[in-house]
């Protein structure tokens, strides 16, 4: 966090049909309604978080990650992560306040892998969803399916890692927790964190730019993340692989699918760093067992199914 | 008696059931048959990409980038988007070299 990038703060999501997709995250994942806006767009929160939304869905004719944005600690640091950014040659973009609902301005940028991501300092606090700011409770009674604990990361697909690596890293204060090296010692899979999560956003290489690989939610333990497991076959959902375990981060894990074809992943547990911490490294010739670690190979859809 | 209808795919030559309401790629599934690539089901990934080469059916929706308008009318669809009306008959896309996590 040392130029102050604090979090992951938000993330858009296309869908194709928005009731279908409104009913898997607030069913199924157990994101909660917060908000809706003129240009249809819906908000969602899950509910340890603070501000109000941190998902936005919007309908369109082809799903996929609109942006992702950070949450910086205030205006100063928004200010000087700005300057840097344009000193080190991105365009950014100004986003007026308010754009989003209740969210202040945003900067906005796109980096080398092709996403879009943002930067913003002030959004509404409306605090934990169903317990009070003193003396809660442990947790709400009302949550729905697998009452997801917070939107922790995206997995994004694209060229060009370590330009992208090098404005994270260099410019926006990330630091490198887990990274997969092929034989020549280029890096095709970078997971990179401002806090002692493993990651809070990570990268795979695809000659494609811009792809959408899962937007991930926390679970406490593995119990919960064999009742998801439960209720997605309960609700007959689209399952990609699990519950396994990833070698990379070592989080327990189980990927599935909106109903607009977007990854979404709910997990426990997984590795801490800190920034004294050297990069893990995975060998790309051990990646079947670096991405999953029980079987041991990949399946097919890890490396072509994105959105 | 339920109507059900035949799907034939043309490059493996295999073939299987679907009931009304039900998607191909998920009546292939269900029958444990893989000549349509799976992927995300859900109209998204563009994977299970297909053409039609006789009969009727419904769409759901399909992502534009994988089946842009002229596609349609050509009578390509995703295996997961589509509702068969009467039997059909359907051919494989040839498989693109899909991304690979290599340099
Ligand atoms: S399986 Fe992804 S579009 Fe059909
Ligand atoms: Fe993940």
Redesign the interface.
Known sequence: MKKGVMRPGHVQIRV??MDEALKHYTDLLGLIETDRDDQGRVYLKAWTEVDKFSVVLREA????MDFMAFKVVDETALQQLEKDLVAFGVEVEQIPEGELKDCGRRIRFTVPSGHAFELFADKLYTGKWGVTDVNPEAWPRGLQGMKAVRFDHCLL?GPELAATYDIFVNVLGFHLAEQ?L?P?G?R??QFLTVSMKEHDIAF?????KG?FHHASFFLETWEDVLRAADLITMTDT?IDIGPTRHGLTHGKTIYF???????NEVFCGGDYTYPDHKPVTWQ?EQ?GKAIFYHDRQLN??F????? | MVQTFRICEQHSGRSFICEPGQSVLKAMEQQGLRCV?????????G?CKVRVLAGDYECG??????IPPDALAKGEVLACRIYPQSDLAIECQPQQA??????
């Open positions: 194709l049909d004719d082809e799903p996929g697909y997969v092929d020549e280029n095709i899979a795979i290489h695809h000659e494609e792809k689209s699918f909106d109903p607009s074809g977007n990854r790309a990646l097919e859809r490396l072509t199914v994105l959105t | 690539p799976v992927g995300c089901r859900g109209g998204g990934c994977l929706k399909m992502s534009r980038v994988h899909v991304g690979q996590v290599t340099k």
